[in-house]
């Protein structure tokens, strides 16, 4: 399981692990020790130890895993957006993640047996512009 998804500042794909963010100039990094066909390409990572990277990530396409998946088996994130044009986010209030979808607020347990992830608020904001 990995607790947070960011894209890569480098070329732009996504990558799973788990977050560090540095205090000094507030880069965000993701820690992936991934293999198989979802590993991260090397280039462009430093390599904290075999097997481990450290990649540079845009700071606003961080978010983190929710603990559910979608109707399709995909994990599910804070900012992706569902076919209805909802999107998922944390709420500090019930200390929980909501799916934001045009109709209601929704926790992800209420919504897990139909939610279906058409994409993220980075790589597809035009998807958000829909629901407007």
């Known amino acids: 399981m990995n607790n947070y998804r960011g894209k890569r500042i480098d070329n732009g794909g996504l990558v799973t692990g788990w977050l560090f963010i540095c205090q000094y100039d507030k880069k965000c990094f993701i820690i992936s020790d991934e293999y198989g066909p979802n590993a991260p390409e090397t280039e462009g990572a430093a390599t904290i130890a075999r097997g481990t990277y450290l990649i540079e990530v845009i700071p606003e396409s961080v978010g983190q895993f929710t603990g559910k998946q979608d109707t399709g088996g995909k994990d599910v ?22 799916y934001n979808h045009p109709d209601d607020l929704q926790s992800m347990y209420e919504c897990e047996s ?19």
């Open 77 to 98: 994130y804070a900012g992706d957006i569902g076919a209805d044009g909802g999107i998922v986010g944390w709420n500090d209030a019930d200390a929980a993640f909501l």
């Open 114 to 132: 139909w939610l279906t992830i058409a994409g993220n608020a980075t790589d597809n904001p035009e998807l958000l512009e829909a629901k407007e």
